[in-house]
């Protein structure tokens, strides 16, 4: 089990920039597959990247790829999202998980481990 906190979110106009960071405390953090979900109000978290636990392979959601990149640093044990030309509909709350097992393509029920979550709100 590990934990989770995020920090970057905010206010931001559309077309502009944030970085995500998520770090992680515990052990074998590069035994992990950490992924970046988003949540609107109402609705269920959904997946928008994840990555494996040696950072060589990454998962976007379709509506992202090519605007936000997921990286990480195992050293630093933190996880990273750059949102590049931030749309109001990437408006949502975002959150970090953790997933024992190296690889990132996992179903929603396998992440086990949840960060507390960080707003982002990007305005038209």
């Known amino acids: 089990q590990v934990q989770l906190v995020e920090s970057g979110g905010g206010l931001v106009q559309a077309g502009g920039s944030l970085t995500l960071s998520c770090a992680v405390s515990?052990?074998?953090?590069?035994?992990?597959?950490i992924g970046w979900f988003r949540q609107y109000p109402g609705m269920e978290r959904t997946f928008v990247a994840t990555i494996s636990g040696s950072g060589d392979s990454q998962y976007y959601v379709r509506s992202v790829k090519g605007r936000f990149t997921i990286s990480r640093d195992n050293a630093k044990k933190k996880v990273y999202l750059q949102m590049n030309s931030l749309k109001p509909e990437d408006t949502a709350v975002y959150y970090c998980?953790?997933?024992?097992?190296?690889?990132?393509?996992?179903?929603?029920?396998?992440?086990?481990?949840w960060g507390q979550g960080t707003q982002v709100t990007v305005s038209s």
């Open positions: 515990g052990r074998y953090f590069s035994n992990y597959a």
């Open positions: 998980s953790a997933s024992y097992g190296s690889s990132e393509l996992k179903p929603l029920n396998e992440w086990q481990d």
